[in-house]
């Protein structure tokens, strides 16, 4: 199993940058694809980007270009560097792990990070 630590949240004004870091433990890390989701009241929890096991990033359309998330296999990290931010981009940041089983796929999450973009 997997656990994950988020950090970096807070407030930041329109256009501003953020990074958003994400410590793991446990098991497994390495062969699981990673990623960053996000939350806001009254909606579902919606995928901003995951890195898999092969460095390849995929975003959501609506961060695309603005956001990069990468991975540090030997420290354990996931981070995702946010630009140009949206008040649109406020929002509860969770990070995200999903291991491959013989079944199917575990999954861990974050306590999450609050990101407000406000001016």
């Known amino acids: 199993q997997i656990q994950l630590v988020e950090s970096g949240g807070g407030l930041v004004q329109p256009g501003g940058s953020l990074r958003l870091s994400c410590a793991a433990s446990g098991t497994g890390f390495r062969l699981a694809t990673v990623g960053w989701y996000r939350q806001t009241p009254g909606n579902q929890r919606e995928l901003v980007a995951v890195?898999?096991?092969?460095?390849?990033?995929i975003y959501a359309d609506s961060v695309k270009g603005r956001f990069t998330i990468s991975r540090d296999n030997a420290e354990e990290l996931v981070y995702l560097q946010m630009s140009n931010l949206k008040a649109e981009d406020t929002a509860v940041y969770y990070c995200?792990?999903?291991?491959?089983?013989?079944?199917?796929?575990?999954?861990?999450w974050g306590q999450g990070t609050r990101v407000t973009v406000s001016s």
């Open positions: 995200n792990a999903k291991s491959p089983i013989r079944d199917g796929y575990k999954e861990s």
């Open positions: 890195v898999t096991t092969s460095n390849e990033p």
